[in-house]
């Protein structure tokens, strides 16, 4: 038995290694058969045969490890529309016990580095539906032919992808760049198994698994599941249909969406970043437990969506808000033509609130949008309003306030209604009903509620009329208790009167009753609100309201009024008395009303048959105690502003404009502004007059007459320019002490030769005066000097000449006559014996440049008109000889 045991053991041992030296010899054999040209063309004939041609690779080889198999090396695949497949290796693994058949059989392909790049269909939108669909039917075609192929030739082939790329591309940009991609596709009997991860560029991580199968010119999915981030889809199932009624059809048992991470994503791209501009920060998760999609395919405005979910946690921070508007948690219905929000739980500030919200959509977008909430109105809320709406602090409602029952709807284009029930902490009830639609804004109703206090307002705004109505009365204790801050100044209002004016025809207005209350606030549609200290008016049934008694205040004046307001055929007839405490400022009135005039049309333009806006005319008499106009003032402020349909004038009856009476009219009209004031004076003190005027440093003594009228008509900043006038000044018996055109003269002719040390020192001793005359017109903004006449006691100067009234720029010869230097002058020129035969010497010297700083050169005799000195020997009554001094270091002279 021994000897039995030791050959079989050795047999055994022998046929091991017979069948071990067979295998090692058949192997490298093949390693070096494969490496054969003979070999080679033989496995590149099978792969043609099976692919159809579509593959290329450069070479072919065995491995033995882990498993048999051969391996393709740098293979190509040819895939139409200008599509690649690039693969590093492709091994082939046959299964085993087909190869003890005589057939081998593929049983599993691994994909090493495979790079893919897949350009979309261009120009979808270019094409015609039916066009799309035949081009994705010969894909779905395709791809159906192709895994039919593979299931006869390789059943139950699975396919492996290691460390992979896939580029979606379109019109040469990528979309999508899938890195590091691993995937395996199993080719079972009726689909395709497939299960890919890899890493999106900008989106992270994604993993997918689903099985498809194409038949029939459609395209299945069958329980898909993929995560991306933290955002899931679970269990995706449905199909796309190519044939004759394209269509798509999608059921998914359950969505997760994580904001942040989502928000975070597509804010990395440049297209979404202008849509993501207003949101700083989006975080929470909006789960969707049921989702259903089915429609045409090539129509997604008819698809029919069926969803449902909920919203937790979610947070929104816009710049819109400087805080995040929190929603805790809402339940969601959804289909395409309405979204239902329901059980909602949201927070703003310290305002939180509860309800249902309701949005109904149509192809243009939202079409309406319903709601029922109640909350809690905080003070930072509160805060927010007020900076936003700039309301003065002491008219900040006091929080919290409770709203109850707050119903919203909106229809596009067509209505937006509101109805809620308010409460004040420590105050008043509150009951709001507003509707606005294509035809009126109607305030239903708006009630105040206390225990001291019952009001009801109501309002209808249309396009023919406008009727209001207050009956009751509210305290000072109630509207303290309405606002955060209590005020001695907040008032009280009291009354039962209705008001209905006929946008028609507004003679047809009527008002009845009467209205009486102190300290209340109107808003205007400009800067300053109206602030009514007091206020009573009355109306007995008809087309006028009586103003018993107003006091007002407007910016910073306060105003008190008595009059009345009566409706006629084409507007309203204003018939006033004001008392203004403060001064007015006639530039801006002419700023005021130019501003209206200039302000540019609405986009939105009238119908043809709007209703044409009122007239506003009549007279307000008014009382100030002064008027203002740039640096002038007058004072007082009598006149009256009477208001026509096309300008507005102000007459001044009594007015005094450095101690000038300045009688005159300021006429603001639709173009321009039109002004003509006639000062007149007689026997005044100049002193006080010139300084104010000139507001120079100036001081000139004297009695003086002042007759002048000056007009002009131009846009407001060209109403110097286009001034017109005649002015006829004189002054007698005076004395010039700082006056700088006559300083500058003096200082001039103090350094000739001929004067030198002769003329008067006007800083010390003055320059005493018999008379002191100017005469002229006002052309175009210039004052054309005809005659200047300085008749002193000293010496006498005539001069001609202009001013820009404008620039105070300045152009005038003067002849300057120093008859009490004569002795002086006949002992320094003998030759000119002759002036002792009746004839006095004049000097001329010509003034330029600013008025109050002007530069004097003294003129050839040849430079000075006839016209001239003929007033000068009109002036002083004897003949005149012209000279011209001889003044040292002359040029340096000629500078100053």
């Given at each position: 038995m021994k000897e039995k045991h030791k050959t079989l053991q050795l047999c055994t041992i022998w046929a091991v290694r017979i069948v071990l030296g067979l295998a090692v010899i058949i192997i490298t054999t093949s390693f070096i058969y494969i490496k054969t040209d003979t070999a080679q063309n033989k496995i590149r004939t099978v792969v043609d045969e099976t692919a159809h041609g579509y593959v290329e690779y450069e070479r072919a080889s065995l491995v033995i490890l882990p498993r048999p198999g051969l391996v393709l090396h740098q293979v190509n695949i040819d895939v139409p529309q200008g599509n690649t497949v690039a693969i590093e290796s492709a091994r082939i693994h046959p299964k085993f016990f087909s190869l003890l058949t005589g057939k081998i059989k593929i049983a599993r392909v691994k994909l090493g580095k495979p790079d893919i790049i897949l350009n979309i269909l261009p120009a979808l939108d270019k094409k015609k539906p039916e066009e799309i669909s035949l081009t994705a039917a010969e894909i779905i075609n395709n791809i159906s032919s192709f895994t039919d192929t593979m299931r006869r030739v390789t059943p139950g082939i699975i396919l492996v992808s290691d460390k992979g790329r896939l580029i979606l591309r379109e019109d040469g940009r990528d979309i999508i760049d899938i890195k590091d991609l691993r995937g395996?596709?199993?080719?079972?009997?009726?689909?395709?198994?497939?299960?890919?991860?890899?890493?999106?560029?900008?989106?992270?991580?994604?993993?997918?698994?689903?099985?498809?199968?194409?038949?029939?010119?459609?395209?299945?999915?069958?329980?898909?599941?993929?995560?991306?981030?933290?955002?899931?889809?679970?269990?995706?199932?449905?199909?796309?249909?190519?044939?004759?009624?394209?269509?798509?059809?999608?059921?998914?048992?359950?969505?997760?969406?994580?904001?942040?991470?989502?928000?975070?994503?597509?804010?990395?791209?440049e297209a979404m970043r202008e849509l993501l501009s207003a949101v700083d920060d989006l975080h929470g998760r909006v789960v969707f437990t049921h989702f259903n999609l089915f429609g045409p395919l090539l129509q997604p405005e008819k698809w029919n969506i069926e969803a449902q979910g909920r919203v937790e946690g979610v947070g929104i921070n816009t710049r819109m808000l400087p805080t995040p508007l929190r929603i805790s948690r809402a339940e969601i219905q959804a289909t395409v033509k309405d979204i239902e929000l329901s059980n909602v739980r949201a927070s703003l500030f310290d305002t939180s609130f509860r309800g249902y919200i309701n949005i109904e959509r149509d192809g243009e977008g939202i079409k309406s949008l319903s709601s029922v909430t109640s909350g809690e109105v905080g003070r930072e809320s509160l805060d927010w309003f007020k900076g936003k709406l700039n309301i003065p602090p002491e008219e900040v409602i006091r929080a919290p306030v409770n709203m109850t029952d707050t119903k919203i709807n909106w229809e596009k284009g067509k209505k937006i209604s509101a109805v809620t029930s308010a409460q004040i902490r420590n105050g008043p009830e509150l009951f709001i009903d507003l509707h606005r639609d294509t035809r009126e804004l109607s305030l239903n109703q708006l009630l105040v509620k206390d225990a001291e206090s019952e009001a009801e307002v109501k309002l209808r705004y249309s396009k023919n009329d406008i009727a209001l109505s207050f009956k009751g009365n509210i305290t000072q204790n109630t509207l303290n208790s309405i606002f955060e801050k209590t005020s001695f100044r907040r008032g009280w209002v009291k009354g039962d009167m209705r008001v209905h004016v006929n946008l028609d025809q507004y003679g047809k207005t009527q008002a009845q009753g009467f209205f009486e209350g102190t300290n209340f606030l109107i808003p205007l549609p400009?800067?300053?609100?109206?602030?009514?200290?007091?206020?009573?008016?009355?109306?007995?049934?008809?087309?006028?309201?009586?103003?018993?008694?107003?006091?007002?205040?407007?910016?910073?004046?306060?105003?008190?009024?008595?009059?009345n307001i009566t409706a006629l055929r084409d507007g309203f007839r204003l018939d006033l008395?004001?008392?203004?405490?403060?001064?007015?400022?006639?530039?801006?009135?002419?700023?005021?009303?130019?501003?209206?005039?200039?302000?540019?049309?609405?986009?939105?333009?009238?119908?043809?048959?709007?209703?044409?806006?009122?007239?506003?005319?009549?007279v307000m008499r008014i009382k100030a105690p002064s008027l203002t106009w740039g640096r002038y003032i007058a004072t007082p402020g009598i006149g009256d502003v009477i208001i026509r349909r096309r300008s507005v004038r102000i007459n001044i009856k009594d007015a005094f404009l450095c101690g000038v009476s300045i009688p005159g009219s300021v006429t603001v009209g639709r173009n321009d502004v039109r002004f003509e004031f006639k000062p007149?004076?007689?026997?005044?003190?100049?002193?006080?007059?010139?300084?104010?005027?000139?507001?120079?440093?100036?001081?000139?003594?004297?009695?003086?007459?002042?007759?002048?009228?000056?007009?002009?008509?131009?846009?407001?900043?060209?109403?110097?320019?286009?001034?017109q006038g005649r002015v006829n000044f004189s002054a007698k018996e005076g004395t010039i002490y700082r006056f700088p055109l006559i300083a500058k003269i003096f200082a001039v002719l103090n350094v000739t030769e001929l004067l030198r040390g002769q003329l008067p020192d006007m800083a010390t001793e003055g320059f005493n005066y018999n008379s002191f005359k100017v005469r002229g017109d006002i052309s175009d903004g210039i004052f054309v000097i005809?005659?200047?006449?300085?008749?002193?006691?000293?010496?006498?100067?005539?001069?001609?000449?202009?001013?820009?009234?404008?620039?105070?720029?300045?152009?005038?010869?003067?002849?300057?006559?120093?008859f009490k230097t004569v002795d002086f002058l006949v002992s320094r020129i003998p030759v000119v014996r002759y002036i002792l035969g009746g004839t006095l010497i004049s000097i001329p010297v010509k003034v330029t440049g600013d008025y109050s700083d002007p530069?004097?050169?003294?003129?050839?005799?040849?430079?000075?008109?006839?016209?001239l000195i003929e007033m000068m020997k009109r002036t002083l009554l004897l003949p005149v000889k012209i000279i011209e001094p001889v003044i040292p270091n002359k040029t340096n002279q000629n500078r100053k």
């Amino acid at each position: 038995m021994k000897e039995k045991h030791k050959t079989l053991q050795l047999c055994t041992i022998w046929a091991v290694r017979i069948v071990l030296g067979l295998a090692v010899i058949i192997i490298t054999t093949s390693f070096i058969y494969i490496k054969t040209d003979t070999a080679q063309n033989k496995i590149r004939t099978v792969v043609d045969e099976t692919a159809h041609g579509y593959v290329e690779y450069e070479r072919a080889s065995l491995v033995i490890l882990p498993r048999p198999g051969l391996v393709l090396h740098q293979v190509n695949i040819d895939v139409p529309q200008g599509n690649t497949v690039a693969i590093e290796s492709a091994r082939i693994h046959p299964k085993f016990f087909s190869l003890l058949t005589g057939k081998i059989k593929i049983a599993r392909v691994k994909l090493g580095k495979p790079d893919i790049i897949l350009n979309i269909l261009p120009a979808l939108d270019k094409k015609k539906p039916e066009e799309i669909s035949l081009t994705a039917a010969e894909i779905i075609n395709n791809i159906s032919s192709f895994t039919d192929t593979m299931r006869r030739v390789t059943p139950g082939i699975i396919l492996v992808s290691d460390k992979g790329r896939l580029i979606l591309r379109e019109d040469g940009r990528d979309i999508i760049d899938i890195k590091d991609l691993r995937g395996r596709l199993a080719l079972a009997k009726n689909d395709v198994s497939l299960r890919i991860r890899g890493d999106v560029e900008k989106w992270g991580r994604l993993s997918l698994a689903g099985r498809f199968h194409a038949r029939d010119n459609s395209l299945f999915v069958t329980g898909l599941s993929a995560l991306f981030g933290h955002s899931s889809v679970s269990r995706l199932s449905g199909s796309l249909n190519f044939d004759e009624t394209s269509h798509i059809e999608f059921t998914c048992e359950k969505t997760v969406f994580i904001l942040d991470e989502i928000y975070e994503k597509l804010k990395s791209f440049e297209a979404m970043r202008e849509l993501l501009s207003a949101v700083d920060d989006l975080h929470g998760r909006v789960v969707f437990t049921h989702f259903n999609l089915f429609g045409p395919l090539l129509q997604p405005e008819k698809w029919n969506i069926e969803a449902q979910g909920r919203v937790e946690g979610v947070g929104i921070n816009t710049r819109m808000l400087p805080t995040p508007l929190r929603i805790s948690r809402a339940e969601i219905q959804a289909t395409v033509k309405d979204i239902e929000l329901s059980n909602v739980r949201a927070s703003l500030f310290d305002t939180s609130f509860r309800g249902y919200i309701n949005i109904e959509r149509d192809g243009e977008g939202i079409k309406s949008l319903s709601s029922v909430t109640s909350g809690e109105v905080g003070r930072e809320s509160l805060d927010w309003f007020k900076g936003k709406l700039n309301i003065p602090p002491e008219e900040v409602i006091r929080a919290p306030v409770n709203m109850t029952d707050t119903k919203i709807n909106w229809e596009k284009g067509k209505k937006i209604s509101a109805v809620t029930s308010a409460q004040i902490r420590n105050g008043p009830e509150l009951f709001i009903d507003l509707h606005r639609d294509t035809r009126e804004l109607s305030l239903n109703q708006l009630l105040v509620k206390d225990a001291e206090s019952e009001a009801e307002v109501k309002l209808r705004y249309s396009k023919n009329d406008i009727a209001l109505s207050f009956k009751g009365n509210i305290t000072q204790n109630t509207l303290n208790s309405i606002f955060e801050k209590t005020s001695f100044r907040r008032g009280w209002v009291k009354g039962d009167m209705r008001v209905h004016v006929n946008l028609d025809q507004y003679g047809k207005t009527q008002a009845q009753g009467f209205f009486e209350g102190t300290n209340f606030l109107i808003p205007l549609p400009i800067k300053e609100s109206l602030i009514v200290h007091h206020a009573s008016l009355k109306a007995k049934n008809s087309n006028v309201v009586d103003i018993k008694s107003g006091t007002l205040k407007w910016g910073e004046n306060e105003i008190a009024l008595k009059g009345n307001i009566t409706a006629l055929r084409d507007g309203f007839r204003l018939d006033l008395n004001l008392i203004i405490e403060d001064n007015i400022n006639i530039g801006n009135i002419i700023e005021y009303i130019s501003q209206q005039e200039d302000r540019p049309p609405d986009i939105k333009q009238p119908p043809e048959d709007s209703t044409k806006p009122p007239s506003i005319w009549g007279v307000m008499r008014i009382k100030a105690p002064s008027l203002t106009w740039g640096r002038y003032i007058a004072t007082p402020g009598i006149g009256d502003v009477i208001i026509r349909r096309r300008s507005v004038r102000i007459n001044i009856k009594d007015a005094f404009l450095c101690g000038v009476s300045i009688p005159g009219s300021v006429t603001v009209g639709r173009n321009d502004v039109r002004f003509e004031f006639k000062p007149n004076i007689t026997g005044q003190e100049l002193e006080q007059s010139i300084n104010c005027f000139l507001k120079k440093d100036s001081r000139i003594t004297g009695i003086f007459d002042l007759n002048m009228v000056i007009n002009s008509r131009a846009q407001a900043e060209e109403l110097v320019k286009s001034m017109q006038g005649r002015v006829n000044f004189s002054a007698k018996e005076g004395t010039i002490y700082r006056f700088p055109l006559i300083a500058k003269i003096f200082a001039v002719l103090n350094v000739t030769e001929l004067l030198r040390g002769q003329l008067p020192d006007m800083a010390t001793e003055g320059f005493n005066y018999n008379s002191f005359k100017v005469r002229g017109d006002i052309s175009d903004g210039i004052f054309v000097i005809e005659e200047a006449i300085l008749d002193g006691r000293t010496m006498q100067l005539v001069g001609r000449g202009n001013m820009n009234i404008d620039t105070n720029k300045i152009n005038m010869t003067v002849l300057v006559a120093p008859f009490k230097t004569v002795d002086f002058l006949v002992s320094r020129i003998p030759v000119v014996r002759y002036i002792l035969g009746g004839t006095l010497i004049s000097i001329p010297v010509k003034v330029t440049g600013d008025y109050s700083d002007p530069t004097i050169v003294v003129l050839s005799p040849t430079a000075v008109g006839e016209g001239l000195i003929e007033m000068m020997k009109r002036t002083l009554l004897l003949p005149v000889k012209i000279i011209e001094p001889v003044i040292p270091n002359k040029t340096n002279q000629n500078r100053k």
